[in-house]
């Protein structure tokens, strides 16, 4: 059996176009998360100062959930009939996050993770609106309920900077 690569996505009978375009933007969000998990693990990994047991458990739980968020998506750019992207350097080019290296203040450390989550709950509203035009219903559901979590992780990162 023949697959014709311009309808990949006519199993969920939607339009072709908007659903290539859309898979694109996942992609491009999936290479923000990759960049911003492995920001947060660098945190985790070497924060220091009085905050360091509650930040290091804190980094950790958000670097688990961000981990958790990209291969939900990742399968969701499959399962929508695409392919996700899987190298770093792909990750770099398409990702608005930079990579932030050598930073153990805890404080510094924080903000760097209010900034990532702020970035991306924005990325994700913009990409759930795309899915939610495209009638992909299902992503935007998903998306939607990531960016809930993402903003009540911010909200608490920001309480905790106070």
């Not at 309808?7 to 998360?33: E, F, I, Q, V």
């Not at 805890?106 to 924005?122: S, T």
């Not at 998306?143 to 979590?149: I, K």
Request: overall charge negative; charged content about 25%.
């Amino acid at each position: 059996m023949s697959t014709n690569k311009a309808t990949l996505s006519n199993h969920l009978k939607l339009d072709d176009k908007a659903m290539k375009n859309l898979a694109g933007n996942m992609n491009d969000l999936l290479s923000d998360y990759h960049v911003f998990y492995q920001n947060v693990r660098g945190f985790h990994w070497n924060v220091k100062g009085e905050n360091f047991f509650d930040l290091h458990v804190q980094f950790e739980e958000l670097y688990t959930k961000l981990y958790q968020n990209i291969d939900d998506l990742a399968e969701r750019i499959v399962t929508i009939g695409f392919k996700p992207l899987h190298a770093y350097s792909d990750y770099l080019k398409n990702s608005i996050h930079k990579e932030i290296m050598d930073v153990s203040n805890g404080d510094e450390c924080v903000k760097h993770v209010i900034d990532g989550l702020g970035v991306l709950a924005q990325s994700h509203r913009k990409v759930a609106n795309e899915a939610g035009d495209a009638g992909d219903i299902a992503t935007e559901d998903m998306l939607t309920a990531f960016v809930g979590d993402l903003e009540k992780r911010m909200w608490m990162f920001t309480m905790f900077a106070k």
